[in-house]
């Protein structure tokens, strides 16, 4: 798959470079006991995904990657997708990736979301199924997708973005 010369940006990358306080990001966790309890007994509270790319160590382009091929046979997890041209991130979802990626193809408030002058970019990672709604949940309020803001009501699981 191509990544054309976007590829290069992680979102990290575009993070690191976005003003933080335009992202609404907020510092501050519930002080209660059942939520530390949560914590500590149901999930770790940080994992280390490795982020797909293509070949080329390049970003997928979301309309061009072959979802037929042998690396989505199966696969579940979490994803991405996000444009290139103003570094915002478009969605963030999780399951079969395969199945959601296709369904998000013909989802037009994704592809309307796709600049004239560019395309998306996609990646995704491997997750259990038991850290998935913490992992999702981390995304959607550290990267502020424009489609799709509701998230799982489940502790965070705090994640490397990809870079």
């Given at each position: 798959?191509?990544g ?80 290139p ?38 990646t ?40």
């Amino acid at each position: 798959m191509g990544g054309g010369y976007y590829g290069f940006y992680g979102l990290a990358d575009l993070i690191a470079a976005a003003d933080r306080g335009s992202l609404g990001l907020t510092q501050s966790r519930p002080s209660s006991l059942f939520w530390l309890a949560q914590q500590t007994l149901a999930s770790p509270t940080r994992l280390t995904l490795h982020w797909h790319h293509c070949v080329g160590h390049v970003w997928g382009s979301f309309t061009r990657v072959d979802l037929g091929g042998l690396p989505f046979n199966g696969r579940k997890g979490v994803y991405v997708i996000w444009r290139p041209t103003d570094r915002r991130c478009i969605r963030v979802g999780q399951g079969n990736i395969r199945e959601q990626l296709t369904a998000h193809r013909v989802d037009r408030e994704i592809s309307d979301r796709t600049p004239y002058t560019g395309e998306l970019l996609v990646t995704w990672a491997d997750v259990d199924w038991r850290y998935r709604d913490g992992v999702e949940r981390y995304l959607g309020e550290v990267l502020q997708p424009i489609v799709g803001r509701r998230f799982p009501d489940v502790a965070s699981i705090e994640v490397n973005l990809p870079s």
